[in-house]
């Protein structure tokens, strides 16, 4: 039996997503279920600081001994792994959606990509 990520994967490339979308939104599916971890160290206080330094991350409030894992929060986002691969956000979620489906509604969840019109 095929998993569901080559089906997804097999849906999103007939609908027009990218590589780059694709990739984005396996790692922010398995990012968003702990499948994976954000890479990155925690110190001695226990505070986690991401070593993917996107703009989501940067923007995050600094760990704190309040707020330890804040950039691993901002680092889990659709929009950070967005970032990382250079794909549209929107599409991440996208494949998230389909990917946590029960595989019976892929093709309704990933809606063919509108190309943009030339000049």
């Given amino acids: ?3 569901i990520t080559s089906r997804v994967k097999r849906a999103a490339k007939k609908a027009g997503y990218s590589k780059a ?3 984005a939104g396996i790692d922010y599916y398995e990012r968003k279920n702990r499948i994976t971890n954000p890479e990155g160290f925690f110190d001695i206080a226990g505070r986690f600081y991401a070593k993917e330094r996107t703009q989501k991350v ?6 704190s001994r309040r707020f330890p894992y804040s950039q ?3 680092a889990r986002t ?7 691969y250079g794909a549209t956000p929107l599409y991440v979620k996208r494949i998230c ?5 029960d595989g ?3 093709a309704s969840i990933l809606k063919t990509v ?3 019109v030339p000049a």
């Fill in 1 to 3: 039996m095929i998993d």
């Fill in 21 to 23: 979308d694709i990739l």
């Fill in 58 to 63: 940067l923007l995050a409030r600094g760990p």
């Fill in 72 to 74: 691993m929060k901002a």
């Fill in 78 to 84: 659709a929009d950070h792994c967005a970032e990382l």
């Fill in 97 to 101: 959606k389909a990917l946590e489906s």
């Fill in 104 to 106: 019976t509604n892929i």
């Fill in 114 to 116: 509108k190309k943009p």
